[in-house]
């Protein structure tokens, strides 16, 4: 059994806990566990068929079985919570959730914040800067974070040299956010080059505004706009997107139906999207959507994981998740990559994830995306926040209290 955590780690992470409790969004911690025996998969039959998409390769049963990795620190932070890459280079970009953005160059953290917007940041719980993602052309960058209102803010900021230059935010989105809870935070730009942006369900515990199933508003949702100008608006629908030419719809929304997706990425490979959405009372779960089929309803708040919630019917066409797992395991799922480095052979192909409260980190081979095993990797990253990947597919692991590892091969 895994040891809780405590100290000064927990004190400060109260950011994601909050976000998979109980009922009234105030319960404890569960007991970490080193066990994957209650994890629920999608049920899936045992022949695989090879991927189409050229570069997915899965690896086999066995290699995934034996392969071995390691955290080795690479930075200590302010309170990590993201991270992306910038076209073009190998600088890694972290998120510090009080309100900067700092940068790890040849291996080395730059003392100098990329930008610190800090002083137009509410940080704490749930809020702070919350993510970051650069145009696919590296100019512009792109932030999430709660406003000194306690308000959802998207921005853009223009890159010059290594740096943002702050006087230049150009603001995409901004709301009111009726609670402090589940923000969602996470922005990537999809292989369609355009910009996703995931919001949580507007918190309160059950989602009592209905936001999860409603249309008519960007709580409990995945956006795709592209981020540029144009019409006289901040920013563009693109063509496709499925709610578009609905009466009463956003157009922004791309997926709905979600309670807090906190974490989501594509699959570099396939360009499929992963999702980490956090639970209620008692289920965690990760939906997996393939390449460009948006418009799905992932079932919050009638359905938590693949059960009833609070005696809500089933939505129709209400997709399921592939993973969910319980409080026995954890209380936050932390959503995670698909692996597509070199240096761990064994876990091409397989989806990384992980639990805020247990710390574990479990791997999942999914060829075209059904989960046909998943184990345990024996690491440990107290109150872990995020994951990122690096130029090369390389994965990383973030801890609130401070850590930010390169996951290695052993």
Same mark, same amino acid.
């Given at each position: 059994?895994?040891?809780?955590?405590?100290?000064?780690?927990?004190?400060?992470?109260?950011?994601?806990?909050?976000?998979?409790?109980?009922?009234?969004?105030?319960?404890?911690?569960?007991?970490?566990?080193?066990?994957?025996?209650?994890?629920?998969?999608?049920?899936?039959?045992?022949?695989?068929?090879?991927?189409?998409?050229?570069?997915?390769?899965?690896?086999?049963?066995?290699?995934?079985?034996?392969?071995?990795?390691?955290?080795?620190?690479?930075?200590?932070?302010?309170?990590?919570?993201?991270?992306?890459?910038?076209?073009?280079?190998?600088?890694?970009?972290?998120?510090?959730?009080?309100?900067?953005?700092?940068?790890?160059?040849?291996?080395?953290?730059?003392?100098?914040?990329?930008?610190?917007?800090?002083?137009?940041?509410?940080?704490?719980?749930?809020?702070?800067?919350?993510?970051?993602?650069?145009?696919?052309?590296?100019?512009?960058?792109?932030?999430?974070?709660?406003?000194?209102?306690?308000?959802?803010?998207?921005?853009?900021?223009?890159?010059?040299?290594?740096?943002?230059?702050?006087?230049?935010?150009?603001?995409?989105?901004?709301?009111?956010?009726?609670?402090?809870?589940?923000?969602?935070?996470?922005?990537?730009?999809?292989?369609?080059?355009?910009?996703?942006?995931?919001?949580?369900?507007?918190?309160?515990?059950?989602?009592?505004?209905?936001?999860?199933?409603?249309?008519?508003? !960007?709580? &409990?949702?995945? /956006?795709?706009? #592209?981020?540029?100008? $144009?019409?006289?608006?901040?920013? %563009?629908? =693109?063509? +496709?997107?499925?709610?578009?030419?609905?009466?009463?719809?956003?157009?922004?929304?791309?997926?709905?139906?979600?309670?807090?997706?906190?974490?989501?990425?594509?699959?570099?490979?396939?360009?499929?999207?992963?999702?980490?959405?956090?639970?209620?009372?008692?289920?965690?779960?990760?939906?997996?959507?393939?390449?460009?089929?948006?418009?799905?309803?992932?079932?919050?708040?009638?359905?938590?994981?693949?059960?009833?919630?609070?005696?809500?019917?089933?939505?129709?066409?209400?997709?399921?998740?592939?993973?969910?797992?319980?409080?026995?395991?954890?209380?936050?799922?932390?959503?995670?990559?698909?692996?597509?480095?070199?240096?761990?052979?064994? !876990?091409? &192909?397989?989806? /990384?994830?992980? #639990?805020?409260?247990? $710390?574990?980190?479990?791997?999942? %081979?999914? =060829?075209? +995306?059904?989960?046909?095993?998943?184990?345990?990797?024996?690491?440990?990253?107290?109150?872990?926040?995020?994951?990122?990947?690096?130029?090369?597919?390389?994965?990383?692991?973030?801890?609130?209290?401070?850590?930010?590892?390169?996951?290695?091969?052993?």
């Amino acid at each position: 059994m895994r040891r809780a955590i405590r100290g000064p780690a927990a004190i400060l992470a109260l950011a994601l806990l909050a976000a998979a409790c109980s009922g009234n969004d105030a319960g404890g911690r569960a007991a970490p566990t080193t066990s994957v025996s209650s994890t629920t998969l999608m049920p899936t039959t045992t022949s695989e068929a090879p991927s189409t998409t050229a570069g997915a390769r899965t690896a086999s049963s066995a290699e995934f079985r034996a392969a071995k990795a390691r955290l080795v620190r690479v930075a200590q932070l302010e309170q990590p919570v993201a991270m992306a890459t910038r076209p073009g280079e190998r600088t890694l970009y972290l998120v510090e959730q009080v309100g900067r953005v700092r940068a790890i160059r040849g291996g080395r953290l730059d003392p100098t914040p990329v930008v610190d917007i800090s002083a137009k940041v509410t940080a704490g719980g749930e809020q702070g800067l919350l993510g970051l993602a650069f145009s696919p052309d590296g100019r512009y960058l792109y932030v999430a974070y709660t406003d000194r209102d306690g308000d959802h803010q998207i921005s853009e900021l223009t890159m010059s040299g290594q740096r943002a230059d702050p006087g230049s935010e150009r603001s995409l989105l901004h709301f009111d956010d009726p609670f402090g809870n589940h923000n969602g935070g996470q922005l990537a730009f999809g292989p369609d080059r355009r910009l996703y942006i995931a919001f949580g369900d507007g918190g309160g515990g059950g989602d009592p505004l209905g936001n999860g199933q409603s249309l008519g508003t !960007l709580f &409990g949702k995945i /956006l795709r706009i #592209d981020p540029r100008p $144009g019409g006289g608006q901040p920013y %563009r629908i =693109p063509s +496709g997107n499925p709610f578009a030419d609905r009466d009463g719809a956003r157009p922004e929304i791309w997926d709905y139906g979600l309670r807090n997706p906190w974490r989501f990425s594509f699959d570099a490979a396939t360009g499929d999207l992963w999702i980490g959405d956090v639970g209620q009372n008692t289920y965690e779960e990760v939906d997996h959507e393939p390449a460009g089929s948006g418009g799905r309803n992932y079932g919050w708040n009638r359905r938590e994981g693949r059960h009833p919630f609070n005696g809500g019917d089933r939505p129709d066409g209400a997709v399921d998740p592939v993973i969910e797992y319980g409080r026995d395991d954890g209380c936050t799922v932390i959503g995670g990559f698909v692996y597509r480095g070199r240096r761990i052979p064994g !876990l091409q &192909g397989a989806y /990384l994830y992980g #639990d805020y409260c247990s $710390g574990w980190v479990r791997a999942a %081979r999914a =060829p075209g +995306g059904k989960v046909a095993e998943q184990r345990d990797l024996g690491l440990e990253v107290p109150s872990l926040s995020s994951f990122g990947a690096d130029a090369d597919g390389e994965l990383y692991a973030l801890s609130l209290g401070g850590d930010v590892y390169r996951i290695a091969p052993s």
